[in-house]
């Protein structure tokens, strides 16, 4: 008799610590992870270098999206996963101008305050095979313009021939894939290790998750 | 004889005042937005090339705001964020739960986040659970939800009153928790419906769409219409627990004064927490929110300040079981 007092109470408990996991289930059923491509989904400046630590600190309170200028942080909702309503960047729609409000404003250590020039998001990377004025000496060199960190970060290979070459002092806020003109966009955020020159082959395509 | 001198009992009024910062604190949290979307207009410098409902969002904003702020750019900055961490005038303020979650969630202790959730632990240990009932912006739809089930009863629509172990919502925390731990992502902050309102009106006016929280948040309004009333703070809601837990020896709490009360029931009908009023049953559940101060005919419910309830006091000295009492004791 005992024993079978023993075993129902031990079968409520487990329903009922089930049942307390249902709505996280729900949470995680309505977001579920879907792996965005990865110079389309960029880390804020100041952020954690590893998206689990990020993902970890971060608690979803959208201060960060508030304070922006350029209205350029947008969160992971319906594909977050473990990211749900976390911050990123998304270049190619909107870029950071680097004015440092978000980490000012961040409660948690998801985001630190760091010097523009010390900010890594990334580099830019440029595939030589669909850049204007790579392919056919085209006129252009807007990304060259709007580099709020000017030579040190992008700047004309040769003299004035307007094939622009990305050096490393840029930090990747993604200015320069904003502008570009081109629909292909042959310029990207990719991680530092990536190089700032696509390269095309078998091995260099494969994605880093 | 009756007595018609009308006594002004000043807590009586204060439901009042808690639905006026109920409503002004969610009328907060859609103005922000709003608010943010103006400035980066005004950042842009590009009045000319806004849509026209941008324009209006620019033209009423800055009517708003014009008699208060000369550099609506930079000083609009002074109040930012919502319920589950904010900017007020310099001060972050965050909630508890967040800051609980994001500790299990890293596994360490980032202490000036830390210190941004002391606020409101003194708050919640002085007076209690006083967010759930006067601040939380969910609790704003909740109440009008609960007040339209009300309306669905009376017209005879069936309707669940179901009741569940209050502890459930310990677990639910201790869940979180520990899945936060485990899976690296603040789990309690999809669910927690005031972070889920805040993020979820910020999202719908300046991100463009709601998000999957919006969909949640329906969800827990059903259950609270179909299954249970009041049912997801009650049962469920892990800041609730939390808040629960930090006020169980709170020091402002509502007392019965058993010489008033004439056990009319009106307190125990009103509470939608299914509290115990009646019968001196408070708890820690209890956020003092003073509705059935408010609903109380002969004002016998009133604060005071102790780390315990009292024992139960008997029937209502006003009521039939006390006068039967009495007639008995008389007799024998």
Redesign the interface.
Known sequence: MKRRRFLQSLGAYTA??F???I??G???L??PKVYAEPHRHILLPGALPDI??F?????????C???????CV??A??D???????PYIDPARKACILCN?CMQ?C???ALSITPIRDVDMGIAQIDRAACYPWVDEGICGACVAICPLGEEAISFEFANIYKPAVRDGCVGCGQCVEVCPEPSLPIRIVTRSEGTIARHGVATRRRSY | MQNNIVKSYLPRHLNKLRWLVLASIFAMLVL??FL?LY??YV??HAYDLLFPHEKMIYDSMEWLTSPFVSDA?HEL?AI???T????LFGL?V?DPL?VL??IS???SV?W??LL?ALIPLVVTLVLGRVFCGWICPATFIYELNDTLAGWLRRAGVPLGDREF?KR?KY??L???LL?SML?????T???YPP?II??EL??AI??GGF???A??FI?TILFDLLVARRGFCRY?CPGGALYSLLGRYRLLRIQRVVSACNDCKKCNVTCEFGLDPLHDGFGQECNNCTACIAVCPTDALEFKLALKDGPYQGPGHLGHDYRREQQIKSES
């Not at chain 1, 977050?80 to 976390?86: F, M």
């Open positions: 009922l610590a049942a307390s996991v709505p996280y729900l949470s995680r309505l977001a689990e630590a993902n970890r600190a971060c608690i979803g309170c959208g201060l999206g508030e304070v922006c200028p350029p209205r947008v969160f909702q319906r977050g996963g473990d990211g749900l309503n976390t409000k404003v409660p948690t250590d | 922000l937005p943010h400035q980066t950042a842009a750019e900055d930012k964020g919502t589950w961490s904010g900017n972050q965050s967040a979650s994001q969630a890293s596994i980032y000036p986040f941004t172990d459930t677990l639910v201790a869940a979180g899945l899976l690296g992502s603040i789990m902050a999809a669910i972070a805040g993020r910020y999202y300046a991100q998000g999957v929280g969909v949640f969800l469920v």
